[in-house]
C-alpha cells in the first residue's frame, strides 16, 4: 500500500486517527494477537511460547483447541515450504490465525544422501519415535569420533487470512552450530529427543545445562523469531490502518487537483517516464494501493499486476480500474507471494517504507525480472522511523539512498540512475542477465 494515506490523512482528514484507535482498541480486546502454534509436539509449544515471552503474544497449541485437522502431506522440497503447506491447510480449516514451522538438519561428514535434511525422524522410510532418534544420532556421532557438528535451519510461516501471509527462512532464526555426541544427557524431553545429544561448542555444556536467554544484542534464534512476530504485528496493523482508511472514504485517485499535485512531489511524471512503458511490457506495481499510479500505467502497457496487504484498498483498486481488461489484482504480502510468472517492469513508490527486510524485497524483484527488465523505485526523502498522528504512531523502516544503492548492486541489477523528486529519492535500475540473485 502506498504511503500516500498516512501523509493525506494527516494533513486532510485528521479523524480518521480516532476510527483507528478505537477499532484498535476493540481488536485488541477481541485476542488479535492469539496465534495458534500447527504442532501437536508440547515441546516446541512450550519453546516457542518462551522464545516469544516479551511481546504481547498468546501461543495455542491444535491440542488445546479441541481441533482435529487432517494428517498435512509435507511434501516440500524445503523447511519454507513444509511450513507453508502445514500453515494453510490448517488456515483452512480453523479460519484464525495460525503459523507453522519446519527444521532441516546438516550434519558436518556425513556424505549428502545420509544428510537427515528436513527429515529428521525418518531413517530408511520407517519414522523414527524420540528412543530410537537418539540412538540412532548417537551411533552417528560414535562413528565419527563420539561428537559431530551439526546446525539447523528453521522456517516458520503465519497465514493472518485470506493474501495475508508472512514467511521468513533466514539466518537469525538459525539455529548455532552445536555438537551431536555419542553420549546422551540423562534428561530427555518428549518432542525434543536430540537435544539430550546437544552440546554447546563453546562451553561444552549440554542444552539442557544452559539458559536460553536472548539479550538486545544477541543474534541467536530466539531474538530471530521474536524480531518475526514483532514484525508481523507492525505490519498487520498497517493493513489494518489502510483498511480503515477506505472506511473513511480516503481515496487517492478521487482526490481534488491539488491534492494529487501533492502526492506527485513523491514520483509523478518523471517517475512514470523512467518505466519505459510499451504496449508489449508486463508490469508489477508493488503496494497497488487504490491505483493511483497504476490507472495512469494500464493502458501503457500489456499486462498489468498489483499487489496489495489491504483487502479493502484492493477492492477500491479493482473499482477504479475496472476499464482496463489487462489487470489482475493480489491482495497479499509481496514478500510471501508466489507470482509465478515474470515481468518486464517492476516499480514502487513509497512501498518500500513499510517493508523491513529490503535485502529480501530487491532480492525478489531481481528475481522477478525478465533479462532487460526495469526495477523503478521512490523512497521517501525523510527518515523518521515513526508517522506520528498525535494519539497514534505508525512504524515504518527508511533506508538511506546510499543503501538502497547498495542493496540493488548486490541484487545483480544495474542502477542507471538516480534522481530526487521534492520528498523523495529515485532509482532506476535494470537486470541485464538472467541470473537471480
Known amino acids: ?184 544427557h540423562i534428561k530427555q524431553v518428549e518432542g525434543f529427543p536430540l537435544d539430550s545429544l546437544s552440546v554447546n561448542i563453546h562451553a561444552g555444556r549440554y542444552h539442557y545445562e544452559e539458559s536460553d536467554v536472548c539479550l538486545d544484542n544477541d543474534g541467536g534464534m530466539t531474538c530471530g523469531f521474536r524480531a518475526f512476530f514483532k514484525q508481523i504485528l507492525e505490519q498487520h496493523e498497517m493493513k489494518k490502518h489502510y483498511d480503515a482508511l477506505i472506511d473513511e472514504n480516503n481515496d487517492p485517485v478521487h482526490d481534488p487537483e491539488p491534492l494529487r499535485e501533492y502526492m506527485d512531489k513523491w514520483d509523478g511524471a518523471a517517475f512514470i517516464e523512467a518505466l519505459q512503458l510499451s504496449p508489449g511490457k508486463s508490469v508489477l506495481e508493488i503496494g497497488v494501493g487504490t491505483g493511483r499510479l497504476a490507472i495512469r500505467v494500464c493502458g501503457q502497457c500489456y499486462r498489468f499486476t498489483g499487489i496489495d496487504i489491504s483487502p479493502k484498498t484492493i477492492e477500491h483498486a479493482k473499482g477504479n480500474l475496472q476499464a482496463f481488461t489487462n489487470t489482475e489484482l493480489i491482495c497479499g504480502n509481496f514478500l510471501a507471494y508466489q507470482f509465478g510468472k515474470t515481468f518486464d517492469v517492476i516499480y514502487s513508490s513509497l512501498t518500500f517504507l513499510h517493508i523491513q527486510d529490503k535485502w529480501a524485497a530487491i532480492q525478489k524483484v531481481a528475481c522477478l525480472l525478465n533479462r532487460g527488465g526495469r526495477f523503478v523505485l521512490s523512497i521517501d526523502k525523510n527518515q523518521q522511523t515513526e508517522i506520528d498522528f498525535g494519539n497514534r504512531k505508525v512504524i515504518v523502516y527508511p533506508n538511506s539512498p546510499k543503501e538502497i544503492s547498495r542493496l540493488i548492486s548486490e541484487a545483480e541489477l544495474i542502477l542507471e540512475r538516480q534522481f530526487e523528486t521534492e520528498f523523495a529519492v529515485i532509482f532506476v535500475a535494470q537486470k541485464v542477465d538472467t541470473s537471480c540473485s
Do not use: W
Not at 528412543?131 to 556421532?141: F, L, P
Not at 561428537?147 to 508472512?166: D, F, H, Q, S, T
Open 1 to 184: 500500500m502506498l504511503a500516500s494515506g498516512i501523509l493525506k490523512i494527516k494533513d486532510f482528514n485528521k479523524k480518521i486517527v480516532v476510527l483507528t484507535l478505537h477499532y484498535l482498541a476493540e481488536r485488541k480486546g477481541m485476542g488479535i494477537n492469539t496465534f495458534v502454534y500447527g504442532t501437536g509436539n508440547p515441546a516446541k509449544l512450550t519453546h516457542m511460547r518462551k522464545m516469544i515471552t516479551p511481546l504481547d503474544v498468546q501461543i495455542i497449541g491444535l491440542k488445546e483447541i479441541g481441533v482435529t485437522l487432517p494428517k498435512v502431506d509435507e511434501s516440500g522440497n524445503t523447511p519454507l515450504e513444509n511450513a507453508r503447506i502445514k500453515a494453510l491447510a490448517y488456515y483452512g480449516v480453523l479460519k484464525r490465525p495460525i503459523f507453522a514451522c519446519d527444521s532441516r538438519m546438516y550434519i558436518d561428514g556425513l556424505s549428502e544422501d545420509e544428510q537427515p535434511g528436513i527429515h529428521v525422524r525418518m531413517v530408511n522410510g520407517k519414522r523414527l519415535n524420540d528412543d530410537e532418534m537418539v540412538a540412532h544420532y548417537a551411533a552417528i556421532a560414535g562413528r565419527l569420533g563420539g561428537k559431530v557438528v551439526a546446525r539447523y535451519r528453521n522456517a516458520i510461516c503465519l497465514v493472518m487470512g485470506n493474501g495475508e501471509i508472512y514467511e521468513h527462512f533466514g539466518g537469525d532464526i538459525a539455529s548455532e552450530a552445536f555438537y551431536i555426541v555419542d553420549v546422551p
